[in-house]
């Protein structure tokens, strides 16, 4: 993938002092390449690798800081760059109500984006409105208002006198709804084809025209890979969107799409997508987006879904603890953390979004729920000093433990050395992080 093919690079250049002519063009190859691989499009990369060659070359006049973060940071600024830079927030229109459409191929989530949208913007005080303007698939209409139920959304679907078949009667209908019943946001859901045609584009460019949104949202699946390309130009020509809604991130495919598709478009990605949850949901941010291609993992994003959950001060002490290496990392903290990542929901959800995950996969893998308990009851059963310096679990102590866990020397025993890894990899994955201090692993 992208993000081994970069780390596999940023590993080959650690323990150098400065950055050669044959390390940069050794670099960029291999960055080339994993962007090809990855299924960018070919022009995006051309562009790409030529940006970073360029400031790799005038970086090394300055080279004070370690080859590796050099490239780290420059690659990063640049991916930043072609997502957009900084999040692109919703318009709002001067005068309500606010207009949102949603256009995409069928099944990229458009429908579930529209409960999303909705419960987001319930969240964020506003009265949203959701229209079924999709009346191509039979059950469009009844999805739409399952989800709204779901979401606690208000659906205004067609009936007898609002135009029964016609997606534009119905759209405009609901549009006078929403300013007849102070609605102040209405979401718009439309059809979709299963491939652009010219029938789907028409009918979309014809609601788009009959209710003048103030944002038309072009949704993608960010699986489709290279293909997402030539829906988003299709859509851009035939439709026209002010931003993108990536849906699906939780699939493997996590950096070509958005990349192509930036660039291609030119157009800001302004919402992210990740699961069929009404709350797998969020804006997009570049950076964050451009550290989990990187492989730096999603940690501001980790970082607030823990503080959700979470009682904030505690979670702020364990990130801060986890980041900056402060104070020791002990057994209290990893069982923190182990029950921070069940509470947040299915683990291999919360894996994609943490540092390093390459090589942790395997070993993590292995973790389910009942493990959980067992390693709760096993550190429930040490004394303060030994979750704190659990290197003074000597062969008795351990015994004790298991007895009073009731679980096997073994079960302890394998604990402790997984503590130990976990605690050696969040050190040196600080280390790897700009502007984190690295701290030494205790021997
Ligand atoms: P539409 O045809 O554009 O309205 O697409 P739908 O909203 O009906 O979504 C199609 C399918 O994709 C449904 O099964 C959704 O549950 C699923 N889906 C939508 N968004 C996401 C997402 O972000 N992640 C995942 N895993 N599935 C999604
Ligand atoms: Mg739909």
């Given at each position: 993938t992208l993000t081994d093919r970069l780390s596999a690079v940023f590993r080959n250049l650690r323990g150098k002092t400065r950055l050669t002519d044959a390390d940069i063009e050794a670099t960029t190859r291999e960055i080339r390449l994993a962007l090809l691989e990855a299924d960018v499009n070919l022009a995006v990369v051309k562009e790409f690798i030529q940006a970073v060659r360029e400031r790799a070359k005038g970086a090394q006049i300055h080279a004070a800081l370690n080859p590796a973060q050099q490239i780290l940071q420059i690659v990063n600024e640049e991916l930043i760059e072609i997502l957009g830079g900084a999040a692109r927030p919703l318009r709002y229109a001067k005068k309500p109500p606010t207009v949102i459409l949603l256009a995409g191929l069928q099944g990229s989530g458009k429908t579930t984006l529209a409960g999303k949208l909705g419960k987001w913007l319930k969240g964020q005080g506003h009265s949203p409105l959701l229209v079924a303007a999709d009346l191509q698939r039979p059950n469009a209409v009844n999805q739409l208002q399952v989800v709204g139920e779901r979401a606690g959304v208000q659906v205004f679907a067609p009936e007898p006198g609002n135009g029964i078949g016609d997606p534009v009667a119905v759209a405009k209908a609901g549009l006078e709804f929403a300013a007849s019943k102070l609605y102040d946001v209405v979401v718009v859901d439309t059809a979709g084809r299963l491939g652009i045609d010219e029938e789907l584009m028409r009918q979309a460019a014809e609601i788009r025209a009959a209710v003048n949104p103030d944002e038309v949202l072009f949704v993608v699946d960010a699986m489709i890979g290279q293909d997402a390309v030539n829906t988003a130009k299709a859509f851009a020509e035939?439709?026209?969107?002010d931003a993108v809604v990536l849906s699906k991130l939780d699939g493997d495919a996590r950096g070509g799409a958005a990349l192509s598709i930036a660039k291609v478009t030119g157009k800001p990605i302004m919402f992210a997508s990740n699961g069929e949850g009404l709350d797998d949901f969020d804006a997009f941010y570049p950076d964050r987006m451009a550290s989990r291609i990187l492989d730096m993992g999603d940690l501001l994003t980790l970082i607030e879904q823990a503080q959700k959950t979470f009682d904030a001060e505690q979670s702020a002490k364990a990130a801060q603890k986890l980041l900056q290496g402060k104070g020791e990392f002990g057994l209290d903290d990893f069982l923190q953390q182990m029950q921070a990542v069940r509470k947040m929901g299915p683990l291999s959800k919360i894996l994609g979004m943490m540092p390093g995950m390459g090589q942790m996969k395997d070993q993590i893998a292995g973790i389910d729920e009942r493990e959980i308990d067992r390693i709760e009851a096993i550190i429930y059963s040490m004394t303060p000093a030994e979750r704190a310096n659990p290197k003074m679990l000597d062969g008795s102590r351990r015994a004790r433990i298991a007895n009073g866990s009731g679980t096997k020397v073994s079960d302890v025993n394998s604990l402790v050395n997984r503590f130990f890894d976990a605690r050696k990899m969040m050190q040196s994955m600080a280390g790897s992080i700009p502007g984190m201090p690295r701290k030494q692993a205790p021997q």
């Amino acid at each position: 993938t992208l993000t081994d093919r970069l780390s596999a690079v940023f590993r080959n250049l650690r323990g150098k002092t400065r950055l050669t002519d044959a390390d940069i063009e050794a670099t960029t190859r291999e960055i080339r390449l994993a962007l090809l691989e990855a299924d960018v499009n070919l022009a995006v990369v051309k562009e790409f690798i030529q940006a970073v060659r360029e400031r790799a070359k005038g970086a090394q006049i300055h080279a004070a800081l370690n080859p590796a973060q050099q490239i780290l940071q420059i690659v990063n600024e640049e991916l930043i760059e072609i997502l957009g830079g900084a999040a692109r927030p919703l318009r709002y229109a001067k005068k309500p109500p606010t207009v949102i459409l949603l256009a995409g191929l069928q099944g990229s989530g458009k429908t579930t984006l529209a409960g999303k949208l909705g419960k987001w913007l319930k969240g964020q005080g506003h009265s949203p409105l959701l229209v079924a303007a999709d009346l191509q698939r039979p059950n469009a209409v009844n999805q739409l208002q399952v989800v709204g139920e779901r979401a606690g959304v208000q659906v205004f679907a067609p009936e007898p006198g609002n135009g029964i078949g016609d997606p534009v009667a119905v759209a405009k209908a609901g549009l006078e709804f929403a300013a007849s019943k102070l609605y102040d946001v209405v979401v718009v859901d439309t059809a979709g084809r299963l491939g652009i045609d010219e029938e789907l584009m028409r009918q979309a460019a014809e609601i788009r025209a009959a209710v003048n949104p103030d944002e038309v949202l072009f949704v993608v699946d960010a699986m489709i890979g290279q293909d997402a390309v030539n829906t988003a130009k299709a859509f851009a020509e035939g439709v026209g969107f002010d931003a993108v809604v990536l849906s699906k991130l939780d699939g493997d495919a996590r950096g070509g799409a958005a990349l192509s598709i930036a660039k291609v478009t030119g157009k800001p990605i302004m919402f992210a997508s990740n699961g069929e949850g009404l709350d797998d949901f969020d804006a997009f941010y570049p950076d964050r987006m451009a550290s989990r291609i990187l492989d730096m993992g999603d940690l501001l994003t980790l970082i607030e879904q823990a503080q959700k959950t979470f009682d904030a001060e505690q979670s702020a002490k364990a990130a801060q603890k986890l980041l900056q290496g402060k104070g020791e990392f002990g057994l209290d903290d990893f069982l923190q953390q182990m029950q921070a990542v069940r509470k947040m929901g299915p683990l291999s959800k919360i894996l994609g979004m943490m540092p390093g995950m390459g090589q942790m996969k395997d070993q993590i893998a292995g973790i389910d729920e009942r493990e959980i308990d067992r390693i709760e009851a096993i550190i429930y059963s040490m004394t303060p000093a030994e979750r704190a310096n659990p290197k003074m679990l000597d062969g008795s102590r351990r015994a004790r433990i298991a007895n009073g866990s009731g679980t096997k020397v073994s079960d302890v025993n394998s604990l402790v050395n997984r503590f130990f890894d976990a605690r050696k990899m969040m050190q040196s994955m600080a280390g790897s992080i700009p502007g984190m201090p690295r701290k030494q692993a205790p021997q």
